[in-house]
């Protein structure tokens, strides 16, 4: 699930924080099953899930610049 950067700028701070936490829970399963040996997991799964942090973390990083 790609997240758009001007989907997230819509959301509040706190959908932002939840949807951040959602997103570094889901990760470190990932990250977990992975190490298990559970190959079902794809690296590209990984790959997004670090990506949509990255995009959730430039946002409220442009919210705080602003404030």
Known sequence: MAMKASS??????EELQNL????RSELA????MQRVGDG??????MQTLRRDV???KTVMQERAAQA
């Open 40 to 45: 079902s997991q794809s690296p590209l799964k």
């Open 29 to 32: 399963n990932v990250r977990m």
């Open 54 to 56: 990255a995009r959730i």
């Open 20 to 23: 951040m936490e959602e997103t």
């Open 8 to 13: 997230l700028r819509e959301q509040t701070d």
